[in-house]
């Protein structure tokens, strides 16, 4: 396809705010605890605080991703947490600058978040969370979930990339789940090339078509 062909595409942008205008919040009051899980992800200092990647976005989602955690865990809620901790030959230095280095401070979940006590910290060394192998134990020990409700950053990328490999797993195996992800609680970065506006929606709208269940924020 020619570059100038991408023009055509920039009416359908209006749709897609439309779309995304209609999103409800979600109760989740009703929800079985022993069957949902909130996956925290990349919510750290590196991100968040200080370091090549920290971005203000980020840094100003804070309150809503701590909010959603204590609903969680005043529900009984399973909570999980992905953090970026890459060695100096992590081959993903080659696309984004080094960053969260594991044992350093930038690879630490941020303050706000350790004053819950009941996080289960999965380290990971790529934009997927899933490709852990810890992630596949704690999924095998914890096979009843079918509730997911995902957070963090950033949409576009690590939130958008373990979410539909989730999905797609329980798709294979013909098992029906909910991922929900609520908008408050999450963001991606803004730089001069990556529109952060932009790309937070066409993340949030691919997961959508992708089967993942989009809310403006839980209670």
Known sequence: MKIDNFRSCMGSLEDIINDMKNIKELDTKSF???KTALVIVDMINGFAKQGNLMSPRIKNIIPSVVNTTKICENNGF?????????TMDSIEFKNYPVHCLKGTFESQLIDELKEFKNIHVIEKNSTNGYMEKEFIRW???????????????????????????????????????????????????????HNGDLMNLLGLYNMKLNGIII???IK
Not at 78 to 86: G, K, N, R
């Open 32 to 34: 079985n605890n022993k």
């Open 78 to 86: 399973e909570v999980l947490a992905f953090v970026d901790a890459h």
């Open 215 to 217: 809310v403006t924020n």
């Open 139 to 193: 999924m095998k020990k914890n096979n009843n979930i079918n509730n997911f409700i995902v957070i963090g950053n950033c949409t576009d990328i690590c939130v958008m990339q373990f979410v539909i490999t989730l999905k797609s797993y329980f798709n294979k195996n013909n098992e029906e789940i909910n991922i929900f992800i609520p908008i408050d609680s999450v963001d991606t970065f803004d730089t001069e090339y």
